[in-house]
């Protein structure tokens, strides 16, 4: 099946860094990508959706120049959290479309638990 | 505006039997999944149900009734390692298949 790769799995970083998280497709290709945020207790939230070789599109209140994407092939798409805050540690998660049950099911990365001091 | 609710938390005895509700309200419709997620891990997929009725699949089974809104999550001979958050989510017309709206979570603790 279907195997969504991120990395990396957990990030602890000092207020007013940037932080990079990769999500890759292994065994297909994926034009299109989605990163989600989770807050503890809370649902899974759409950030942006990421595409191939154009500009991702992201999901209203989401800062488009905070949370930097690149989808710069079929296999790999980047989320970059700039000049990360205390507020923006989370469980991010990455997916991709497959196939299953007649479905266009998504398949989740392992998630990134990112922790701002 | 999207609404998708389920009970916070619920309880049950291994072996037993588990139905989680799911209720939504959205502005289309494209489809209702569940996906199961432990503690600090991803969601990782359970079911499918774009028409009504009962979809099983080994231990779990869901639900679907479009008209009523509603959807179920059915776990049978529930086992310690069944313990997770079940998410219901729908995937809503317009949006990509990543546009999926989430509930909350249900989780779930199953005791010996």
């Known amino acids: 099946g279907a195997v969504v790769s991120q990395h990396p799995s957990w990030v602890i970083c000092k207020s007013g860094t940037s932080v990079k998280i990769e999500c890759r497709s292994l065994?297909?290709?994926?034009?299109?990508m989605f990163w989600y945020r989770q807050f503890p207790k809370q649902s899974l939230m759409l950030m942006a959706t990421s595409n191939e070789g154009s500009k991702a599109t992201y999901e209203q209140g989401v800062e488009k120049d905070k949370f930097l994407i690149n989808h710069a092939s079929l296999t790999l798409s980047t989320l970059t959290v700039t000049s990360a805050h205390p507020e923006d540690s989370s469980f991010y998660i990455c997916?991709?479309?497959?196939?299953?049950?007649?479905?266009?099911?998504?398949?989740f990365g392992a998630g990134s638990r990112l922790t701002v001091l | 505006g999207q609404n998708i609710d389920q009970p916070t938390e619920m309880t049950a005895t291994e072996g037993a039997i588990v139905q989680i509700n799911c209720t939504y309200q959205t502005s289309g419709f494209n489809g209702l999944f569940w996906y199961q997620q432990h503690a600090g891990e991803a969601p990782t997929f359970l079911s499918y149900n774009v028409l009504d009725g009962l979809e099983e699949k080994g231990r779990f089974s869901s639900f679907l009734s479009r008209s009523k809104g509603y959807s179920y999550l059915l776990l049978k001979e529930l086992q310690m390692k069944d313990s997770a958050s079940y998410l219901c989510?729908?995937?809503?017309?317009?949006?990509?298949?990543?546009?999926?709206?989430f509930g909350k979570g249900t989780k779930l603790s199953v005791k010996p």
């Open positions: 989510a729908v995937s809503v017309y317009g949006g990509s298949q990543g546009n999926l709206i």
């Open positions: 065994d297909f290709q994926a034009t299109t």
């Open positions: 997916s991709a479309g497959g196939q299953s049950s007649g479905a266009n099911v998504l398949t």
